[in-house]
């Protein structure tokens, strides 16, 4: 089960009230800095604005790849550790807008993580440490360290 904190919200949705749970401006500014980093071929270019204007924790030596998304309003519950991969366009989510309540949680990803190309990572999960996520994945639940997984839904396919 992910770890999430649940919002319930009466009238519209909560995405069209999005500007009642996040600043505007700082969407503004986590937009610029993302699409910044996305096509930044320097990956400490990418680490060092991930870590000082988005304040997601990066680990030594972890790579994001050509057009990885940290999430837009929430990148501050994200933690990379040491010497991890995140594939090209692999989107890493920490809310999720549902029509009668939102959700948000930290997504923490351990060190020596190998995450494929166009994954997409889901709020409240965790990876943890030398796990491999193949490409294409839909990562809904933990991931044990060691483990090698894959698919959408995850499936765990054999510990590495």
Known sequence: ??????????????LFRMYSTVSFLKVVKNFIV????RYTPWITVKNILFRLFLRMEVGEHSAFALMAMPDL?????????RNTIIGYNTTI?????LTH???????????NV?????????????????AVVSAGSLVHKD????????GNPLQFIRKI
């Open 1 to 14: 089960m992910r770890k999430v904190d649940r919002f319930p919200v009466e009238g519209p949705n909560p």
């Open 34 to 37: 993302i699409q910044t980093s």
């Open 73 to 81: 309003l929430f990148p501050e519950k994200i933690k990379v550790g």
């Open 93 to 97: 989510l920490t809310h999720e807008y």
């Open 101 to 111: 309540e939102y959700r948000t949680g930290n997504v923490v990803i351990g060190d």
């Open 114 to 130: 190998m995450i494929g190309a166009n994954t997409t990572i889901l709020p409240g999960v965790t990876i943890g440490d030398g």
């Open 143 to 150: 991931v044990p360290a060691g483990m090698m997984a894959g």
